[in-house]
């Protein structure tokens, strides 16, 4: 008797049994195919509903230092919406979240502020740190002993899918946001090439009206607009599409503001809109050697219309043409004028350039000091001995003042060249010696300014097929981890070195920092690690270096050899 009794329970847990890996397997399959968190809450509250059979089931996510109801089928469901507005609870699901174990009860209380105030009978799972999974009934009795086990099955195995999805989900949003900063830090880029572009054929206008009338085409093409003028003082030097009305109020504001003014509803402020019918102002100062010499006002129809980048394209704008009048008074005594207005461009968008372009500005700002310098040096020297030299002589100078104009030309090339999407370069014989020198060429400057010692030993390297501006991704992302490990450190260097290794192109940045302790050795390349206060990084830089070697074919690790971190990047030798 004893015996069949113990075959009956074998049996019964046999087919349980059998009925838990039917759930594992469905639970499997559905969840493979739900990406989203939202789809994951759906497998789940579906299955809870089926393994219960009762009346609610309810997933429950901790947000904002509360839980909240996400997913659900329920009677309840207007409560479940309205659970935050209306203070709304469930002691069962506190309890469970607070003692992250399962929790049962067949006498669930009827007051008002529950949430499921005619449920009698429920259950909570825990689901990790993410929430608690919840079933509900109205009548009285608990569940049984398989659908406990089914239930509690489904939470551990939801749990960990649900926190698979979450991190996908944030990982797609950190890309996205990604990808709009890089589209910003493009258009800038684009807006600040442009502009230089437009900058030197202003340059080229000797005659003040010629200079007028390519501002105008020059504002026209980088900030789109209604109306504009520009004031010298109290007088309007231009104005399309005609004359605007009483700017008093605006040219006496601007006698000593250094900054932008960007107005929504101009109609409504102290000064006016420049025109008849529009609502959008901004105005800039016209500057020269720290004094207001006169400014440049847009407007447009639209409210809200102007754009802070555009706010700083037109203050950079200001800056130049208030060097650009200034030059021309001088350049009708002597030729050496006209060199000082490219030098007075070249030092304004050193300045308001960079400033807008991220971590990379404080590197080019560096190394536009060099040239910057030469040529000012040139058109002092010609301002004070233009009657003592000879037309060749003046010649020679000009011409080393516009060698130094294209150097500086170069170096905003580099940086736009870094900005842009790597992949419509594509991948070809490539020399990562030159890679190194073009990154420090970028980044260098900035590096040396925070207290930090280059060192290079570049070997002779052979070609590999890569993608140079994905090679400086990671070259460049190397070096600013650097620069934040040595932050502080009197003796900050870094230390590059390229040699052939087993095949390989092999580069190593070095640092003689506190290096990476041995507790995160395992977790530095994981994507959105990071060891930087929020705000200063998303964690994804050595992940997508290592990313980028291995799609090259090469490898990207850190060298535990030596004081400091050393990472080293190999990429194989291009076959012949």
């Keep these: 008797m004893t015996s069949n009794r113990n075959i009956d329970r074998l049996e019964a847990d046999l087919g349980q049994r059998d009925l838990e890996l039917e759930l594992l397997e469905t639970l499997g399959q559905e969840l493979e195919r739900a990406e989203r968190v939202e789809q994951v809450l759906k497998v789940l509250v ?44 469930e002691p069962l ?9 399962s929790v049962q009860s067949s006498k669930l209380s009827s007051e008002d502020r529950r949430l499921f105030p005619g449920e009698q009978s429920g259950a909570a799972y825990p689901l990790g740190s993410l929430g608690v999974l919840y079933v509900g009934q109205t009548g009285y009795g608990g ?38 900063l890089q589209q910003h830090l493009e258009e800038w880029s684009g807006s600040l090439s442009r502009f230089l572009d437009g900058a030197r054929e202003l340059a080229a206008s000797l005659e003040r009206e010629a200079l007028l009338a390519r501002l105008e085409r020059l504002l026209r093409e980088l900030i789109p607009h209604r109306s504009g003028a520009v004031v010298l003082g109290s007088e309007v030097l231009r104005a399309w599409p005609a004359p605007p009305e009483d700017l008093s109020g605006l040219v006496a504001a601007f006698d000593s503001r250094p900054v932008p003014l960007l107005l929504d509803r101009a109609g409504e402020s102290r000064f ?10 901004l105005v800039a100062p016209i500057r020269y050697t720290g004094a207001t010499l006169g400014l440049i006002a847009l407007g447009a129809a639209e409210e809200c219309w102007f754009t802070r980048q555009e706010a700083d394209l037109l203050a950079l704008a200001g800056l130049h043409l208030g060097a650009l009048l200034k030059a021309q008074t001088l350049y009708e005594e002597t030729v050496s004028a006209y060199r000082r207005l490219e030098q007075s461009e070249a030092q304004l968008l050193q300045s308001s350039k960079l400033a807008a372009v991220g971590q990379l500005a404080a590197g080019v700002a560096h190394e536009l000091n060099t040239p910057l310098a030469t040529i000012l040096l040139e058109v002092e020297s010609l301002e004070l001995d233009l009657e003592e030299l000879s037309p060749g002589e003046v010649r020679q100078s000009l011409e080393r003042s516009g060698a130094e104009v294209l150097r500086a030309r170069t170096i905003v090339d580099k940086l736009l060249y870094y900005a842009r999407d790597a992949r419509s370069e594509g991948r070809r014989p490539s020399d990562v010696n030159q890679v190194v020198r073009d990154t420090l060429a970028l980044i260098g400057g900035g590096l040396r300014q925070d207290g930090i010692e280059i060192r290079k030993e570049l070997a002779e390297l052979p070609p590999v097929v890569a993608n140079p501006n994905e090679l400086q ?63 200063r990084g998303t964690g994804l830089g050595l992940s997508i270096s290592r990313q980028i070697a291995a799609a090259h074919g090469g490898a990207l690790d850190l060298d535990p050899d030596g004081p400091g971190a050393c990472f080293r990047l190999a990429l194989p030798i291009a076959e012949v």
Aim: some cysteine; hydrophobic content about 45%; overall charge neutral.
């Design 143 to 180: 569940l049984t002993v398989s659908a406990g086990r089914r239930l509690a099955l489904l939470a551990r195995h939801g749990a960990r899918a649900l926190a698979s999805a979450v991190r996908l989900e944030n990982a797609r949003a950190a890309l996205s946001e990604i990808g709009t």
């Design 46 to 89: 579906r299955h809870a509903l089926s393994s219960a059979g009762w009346d609610s089931a309810v997933v429950f996510l901790h947000q904002e230092g509360a839980l909240v109801p996400r997913s659900w089928s329920s009677p309840h469901g207007a409560r479940l919406e309205n659970a935050q507005l209306l203070a709304l609870g």
């Design 272 to 281: 006016g809109a420049l025109a008849a019918g529009e609502q959008s102002l």
């Design 93 to 101: 699901v506190l309890e469970c979240w607070e003692r992250q174990r």
């Design 473 to 535: 991704q990671i070259v460049i992302n190397l070096l600013l981890n650097a620069r934040d490990a040595l932050a502080g450190r009197a003796d900050a260097e870094v230390r590059l070195e390229t040699r052939v290794e087993e095949g390989s192109a092999v580069l190593r940045v070095r640092d003689n920092g506190p290096g990476v302790p041995a507790g995160l050795l395992a977790e530095i390349f994981d994507p959105f690690f990071t060891t930087k206060p929020v705000g």
